[in-house]
């Protein structure tokens, strides 16, 4: 099934939303939004999306990262969607980011938060590649990293492995 995910911004906020077709009759159809990013204090430019199917199911998934412009330590909010049916869900990223903004209310993105974390999916698992211990984030003593697959009750932790900082060829050159 196609699928289509458009960013646009409206005022000081900015928006992600997937459209699905709906099929009405042989040959034509009527493109259904599902909003995923209702309105991110964070400009699109530091905004991916990537398609992967860590569901199982054979169709691509939503994986986006959202960049804080205004923090530090390559913070960023991460979140998957995925598509069940005709029905979009938030299956990762249970947290909220919020961002005191100059005028109204506090902006909010619905996500994980992350800093200097590599991200991904491979071969149906979700990973993260974190730093851990240290003195601070840009020096860690080690990385984690985290291999998760999608059941029907949610996300499994496969494996996890401690690496040096340097040495992993599994994820150098990313």
């Not at 259904?32 to 569901?55: C, E, K, M, N, Q």
């Not at 530090?72 to 598509?83: F, L, Q």
């Not at 506090?106 to 211990?133: C, M, N």
Request: overall charge positive.
């Amino acid at each position: 099934m196609p699928q289509i995910v458009v960013g646009w911004h409206f005022r000081d906020r900015y928006a992600v939303t997937l459209w699905n077709p709906e099929r009405r009759t042989a040959g034509s159809a009527l493109w259904v939004p599902h909003p995923l990013i209702r309105a991110s204090p964070f400009p699109l430019g530091g905004t991916s999306v990537r398609l992967a199917d860590v569901t199982g199911d054979g169709h691509d998934d939503v994986l986006i990262t959202i960049a804080c412009n205004l923090c530090n330590h390559g913070t960023e909010v991460v979140s998957v969607y995925a598509t069940f049916g005709d029905k979009v869900r938030h299956i990762y990223g249970d947290s909220y980011f919020a961002v005191e903004k100059e005028r109204g209310p506090p902006a909010r993105v619905h996500g994980r938060v992350i800093g200097e974390t590599s991200w991904g999916a491979r071969g149906g698992l979700l990973w993260f590649d974190e730093p851990r211990g240290g003195e601070s984030v840009c020096c860690p003593a080690f990385r984690l990293q985290t291999f998760m697959r999608w059941t029907t009750h949610g996300w499994r932790v496969v494996a996890r492995r401690r690496v040096s900082p340097n040495d992993d060829p599994m994820f150098n050159g990313r």
